[in-house]
């Protein structure tokens, strides 16, 4: 298994989490060249780089991967993380181009709704208990950087700055907003 990203650090709690070696990278192009050549099959879920620049693999790094290999875009409701992604549905989930096999199908987590759930109320119940003991949702948001880079809509106002940029729309700045209220 091989894992790419552009944040060190997540690459390194993922080798601890994972308990066993596994291969890391920094997005480097000839590492991640030589990956897709030889791999059977990739997932992707990585759209943003630095929090602006947008990753995508072209469609000549598809071409270049194994007849018969399998590509997985988990980020394909999103605009996709490859160049040879289309948005498909679970009536028609799985096209080839370029030899690969594609699989494009939004929320993927939905086929498996117990899980899914299980996972969300992991991620869910210590935001909410972070909101419950500061007080309300802009407490939480003031005493923690982690809390505040999550909001995407601070007082009725988008301060996502990646969303702003995808839809065209203006975006403020979350910290000069609550040094306003």
Do not use: W
Request: proline content about 3%; overall charge positive.
């Amino acid at each position: 298994m091989k894992v790419f990203d552009h944040d060190v650090n997540k690459l390194r709690r993922i080798q601890a989490g994972l308990g066993k070696h596994v291969f890391t990278s920094v997005i480097h192009p000839s590492v991640l060249i030589k990956a897709l050549a030889s791999a059977d099959a990739v997932i992707g879920n990585l759209r943003y780089i630095n929090d602006s620049e947008r990753f995508m693999v072209s469609e000549e790094l598809v071409k270049t991967m194994k007849q018969g290999a399998v590509i997985v875009d988990m980020s394909v409701d999103q605009g996709g993380c490859f160049e040879t992604s289309e948005c498909r549905s679970l009536r028609d989930p799985i096209f080839e181009k370029h030899g690969v096999i594609h699989y494009c199908v939004p929320n993927i987590s939905a086929r498996v709704a117990r899980t899914a759930s299980m996972v969300l109320s992991n991620i869910f119940a210590p935001m909410l208990l972070k909101i419950g003991r500061s007080g309300s949702v802009s407490a939480a948001v003031a005493e923690s950087s982690g809390f505040r880079n999550g909001v995407y809509v601070y007082r009725g106002m988008l301060v996502n700055h990646l969303v702003g940029k995808h839809y065209g729309i203006p975006s403020n700045d979350i910290g000069l907003l609550m040094a306003g209220y």
